[in-house]
């Protein structure tokens, strides 16, 4: 998997549908076919990224995150 952000392959899992981004240090939160992305801020709040991406494009590029239900 590679980040939709940097596209670093340096991606850990958080959470069991959360995982980070060690390059460009942003939040991937995957459930099925949606993808958030979240801007880490320096009080550990999340910041949507969502606005910047489109959903349905990431997920065509990036095959790869889809997670059974």
Known sequence: MK???CNSKDIGK???HQ???WGCFIELNVNGEKMS???V???GTLSSLDDLF???EIVQE???IHLAP
């Open 3 to 5: 980040c939709p952000n």
């Open 54 to 56: 489109f959903g349905e």
């Open 19 to 21: 995982f980070y981004c």
């Open 14 to 16: 958080i959470g069991s």
């Open 37 to 39: 992305v979240y801007q």
């Open 41 to 43: 801020e320096e009080d």
């Open 62 to 64: 990036y095959p790869g």
